[in-house]
């Protein structure tokens, strides 16, 4: 008790320097974040690089992001079709009152019928229509993936402490089924005629106790469709929810009710500089890059035969690629391998680390380690289940072998200094000025410039990995989604 009371407060010392050691933060952190409430939030947010490292200029900071936050929503939501008529209960809004001439400024084609000096080619600027179609179709997979985040955990489910923004609509009311009142006039067996009437009707959007409330899963909805919009040569794609919901779970569960009331927009600022450095792996023109998941798979059978070449080598003989199990765990941060709260111990760790990407690969390895022997003695088919349906594990355990896993491969690292500097690179900084300010000790290798030891093997995998087999796997993968795996012993 009196070592936990040290520990909690040595982090609560720490942000009250004038300047933060992030170097120091960084170590802190990556042996876990007390649970003490809030406390987390405020590291997650240093560590994210969504606050400055000068304490006195977090209020400044704050302040302009949330309000650029609130612009975003504003004219994203709110404002959507530029009209002077507004967006009522009715989802279509001004578009229903004036379908035609919405988006009018005057004139015979304010109404969108083309005339001699309408231009007609296809990058005309589209219509109010065209964009409000092209981001229902955006909102309808964002809301079939957020109403099942975490099944097994009712904070999701649960509603929000504060009311929805003004003037602001459910997303999920303009992608919800609607049929109108119809009538269908046949005969029946004795020649009578028969008429069956159908009312109109709107299908339930989710299970919503108080239609009047917002709840916690049509927040990360408007959190994920702002940044769509924000990121079009992105978009949004299946498995970013997993990413978004712990991040606004933690920024949601804040005591302090200023911080709280703000959840959303510091979520948003956190998940777009957590996405800057993940992004690629979820933009399918990358996928045979250097820079994609492709590429990344590489470089985790390289990391995974450095390290424990039997295990490696046993997977290799029975045809299991990294892309058969690695794909959901590399693009969800593992997100859907454990329970809610393994899941925020292990991206403390993760968060800590400069260059996330090499150590994610890390504890990817220590999970296929943590079950060696089964992997060694069993067929095809059972290792398959197994990597893919994971048995529950402590994430301290497989931490400290990520860790082993990660210190092996800054071993190799050193060993190439001598080659160039080409080859040992520091990391690429993800969010800003912090990741320059301090240095990163024992950082794995980067996926674009691995260790000779491991290049030594990598010819005979990347000619397993071609690009032709490697794309018709990734296309089918996403076309078939990730799934949801339920999560085990989590209480509400």
């Known amino acids: 008790m009196a070592k936990a009371q040290e520990r909690l407060s040595e982090f609560e010392d720490a942000v009250t320097a004038e300047r933060l050691d992030l170097r120091r933060i960084r170590n802190m952190c990556h042996g876990g974040i007390p649970d003490k409430p809030g406390l987390r939030s405020l590291y997650w947010k240093i560590l994210l690089d969504y606050l400055p490292l000068e304490p006195e200029e977090w209020e400044e900071s704050l302040t302009k992001r949330r309000k650029l936050y609130d612009e975003f929503v504003t004219e994203l939501i709110l404002d959507t079709h530029n009209s002077t008529n507004t967006v009522g209960a009715d989802p279509l809004g001004a578009l229903v009152d004036d379908p035609l001439g919405a988006l009018g400024s005057g004139g015979d084609d304010s109404a969108g019928i083309p005339t001699s000096s309408t231009p007609t080619s296809p990058s005309s600027t589209p219509s109010a229509w065209d964009t409000y179609f092209k981001d229902n179709d955006v909102i309808e997979q964002i809301d079939k ?13 649960g509603e929000t402490s504060k009311p929805r923004p003004q003037g602001v609509q459910p997303l999920h009311h303009r992608v919800s089924n609607r049929c109108l009142a119809t009538e269908s006039i046949g005969l029946s067996k004795s020649g009578a005629t028969k008429v069956t009437k159908r009312d109109s009707e709107t299908s339930a959007a989710s299970p919503l106790t108080n239609p009047e409330a917002e709840y916690h899963w049509e927040v990360i909805e408007r959190i994920l469709f702002i ?15 997993e990413i978004c919901g712990p991040l606004y779970y933690i920024m949601a569960s804040n005591p302090d009710d200023a911080w709280q009331e703000h959840a959303e927009a510091d979520t948003y600022w956190c998940f777009m500089m957590l996405m800057s450095e993940f992004r690629d792996n979820f933009i399918k023109t990358l996928d045979d890059s250097s820079c994609g998941i492709g590429a990344l798979m590489v470089r985790f059978g390289e990391v995974l035969n450095a390290y424990d070449a039997e295990v ?38 993760l968060f800590s680390k400069q260059n996330r990407q090499d150590y994610l690969i890390c504890i990817c390895c220590s ?103 490697l794309s018709a796997f990734l296309t089918k993968k996403r076309s078939g989604g990730s799934g949801s795996k339920s999560q085990e012993n989590l209480k509400s």
């Not at 993936?145 to 489910?157: G, H, M, N, Y």
């Not at 919009?229 to 299946?238: A, D, R």
């Not at 590399?330 to 760790?349: G, H, K, M, N, Y």
Request: charge should be neutral; hydrophobic fraction near 40%; glycine fraction near 10%.
């Open 227 to 241: 940044y769509a919009k924000l990121n079009p040569g992105i978009g949004y794609v299946q498995g970013m929810n």
């Open 145 to 157: 993936d957020v109403k099942r985040l975490c099944p097994e955990f009712a904070f999701f489910q």
């Open 312 to 349: 490696f080598e046993s997977l290799t003989a029975k045809g299991i690629k990294p892309m058969f199990y690695g794909f959901r765990w590399l693009t969800c941060l593992l997100s859907q391998e454990f329970a809610l709260p393994d899941v925020i111990r292990l991206w403390d760790s």
């Open 367 to 469: 999970l296929v380690c943590s079950v060696r022997t089964e992997i060694v003695e069993g067929e095809f088919a059972d290792n398959v289940k197994l990597l893919q349906h994971l048995p529950p594990s402590d994430a301290n355990v497989i931490l400290a072998i990520a860790d082993k896993i990660n210190a092996n491969n800054t071993h190799a690292r050193g060993s190439a200094s001598a080659l160039g500097p080409s080859l040992v690179g520091g990391a690429t900084a993800v969010g800003g000025s912090h990741e320059h300010a301090n240095g990163d000790e024992g950082v794995a290798a980067s996926p674009r410039a691995p260790g000779p030891g491991a290049r030594a093997k990598s010819g005979t995998l990347k000619e397993r990995l071609t690009p032709t087999r």
